[in-house]
């Protein structure tokens, strides 16, 4: 075998080498390896890489902890350094987020009353901070309140919580009238009069006339009342249907007439051509002979011809028949 080696670039990046029977050929570069880069926390080994591989288990490279060590001495203090400048002031930061809402605070909680400032201190020798008393001989009072200012324990007056009363004040009651005139009336006598005013547009135009309504449906029937009037002129009503409540009667009949003329003397009455008995028909009688028979009888009459006396009733008619008809016009049945 001979010892030469001979090489040939056959093409660009490949590198072919022979040594007698053998050859050796050189491939294309390849790809960059991954990276991998170790970091330790607590003790524990664990490692990245930036090829996205599956890196090793981390492990535990720690060794056991050592014994305390002596504590040392103190170093003696250094002397304090000059006071440097004041710097310039930073920008001003941006406004921080609105904190949570807080709890709703305590109310004002008073102890008690006392007439005069000497009065409580003889009464609370021991007192807490924030307790509260009323002082005074009459509302409002003054707030006294065991507090510290200025390193020191002590009553402050708070002052009145309640001011005094004020004077009441007036006010006005608006009105208007048909006319649309806005005026104001003061509550009390020495209040300035407050100016009135026309509140009233102008009239609108009228609007178009609206769509005719349906027929509404029929009515339940009212019922109506008969009149009537017996012989001795008491009237009375007849309900159309049950239910309906009694109509009051009355009595219509007027007064009797004054006596009417004598009528002319009859003509003799004869019973079988004898003169047996004189007849005289009076007002509305009827007598009739017929041979040996004598029929009397009574002449028809139109209530019209009735007359009425409407004094004291409300009625204007005069004769029986118009006062009738006057009564059911004023009952809605004619």
């Known amino acids: 075998m001979s010892g030469k080696l001979s090489a040939v670039l056959a093409s ?3 590198l072919e080498a022979g040594a007698g029977g053998a050859k050796l050929v050189q491939g294309p570069k390849g790809e960059p390896g991954a990276v991998y880069v170790p970091s330790v926390s607590g003790g524990v080994l664990s490692w990245t890489n930036d090829a996205g591989l599956e890196n090793p288990a981390p492990a535990d490279i720690s060794g056991p902890q050592g014994p305390k060590g002596d ?5 003696d203090a250094g002397e304090r350094g000059p006071q440097g400048e004041a710097g310039p002031a930073g920008p001003e930061g941006p406004q921080g987020e609105r904190g ?4 709703t605070g305590a109310g004002l909680e008073i102890l008690g009353q ?15 901070i924030g307790d509260n008393y009323y002082v005074g001989e009459s509302a409002p009072y003054d707030i006294y309140t065991w507090t510290e200012a200025d390193g020191t324990q002590k009553w402050l007056d708070g002052g009145k919580l309640q001011g005094a ?15 649309g005139n806005l005026s104001w009336t003061a509550s009390g006598a020495d209040m300035p009069e407050a100016a009135g005013a026309n509140i009233m547009g102008p009239q609108g135009a009228a609007g178009p006339a609206g769509e005719q309504g349906e027929q509404g449906p029929a009515g339940a029937d009212g019922g109506y009342y008969a009149p009537s009037v017996d012989a ?35 003509a003799p009455a004869t019973i079988n051509g004898v003169n047996a008995l004189t007849l005289a028909a009076g007002e509305r009688v009827q007598l009739q002979q017929s041979g040996s028979t004598l029929t009397i009888g009574v002449e028809p009459q139109d209530a019209a011809g009735v007359p009425f006396d ?13 006062a009738i008809e006057e009564l ?6 004619l």
Do not use: H
């Open 310 to 322: 409407p004094t004291g009733l409300g009625l204007t008619s005069t004769n029986v028949q118009d």
């Open 232 to 266: 001795g002129g008491n009237r009375g009503w007849t309900a159309s249907r049950s239910g309906m409540p009694a109509a009051p009667g009355a009595n219509i009949m007027g007064p009797p007439g004054a006596d009417g003329a004598a009528g002319p003397a009859g």
């Open 100 to 103: 949570p809402k807080g709890d």
């Open 165 to 179: 009363p004020g004077e009441a004040g007036g006010y006005y009651v608006p009105s208007v009238d048909a006319g």
């Open 328 to 333: 059911m016009w004023a009952l809605g049945l």
């Open 71 to 75: 504590k040392g001495d103190k170093g």
């Open 12 to 14: 660009p990046g490949t």
């Open 114 to 128: 006392y007439d005069t400032p000497a009065a409580l201190e003889a009464a609370v020798p021991a007192p807490e």
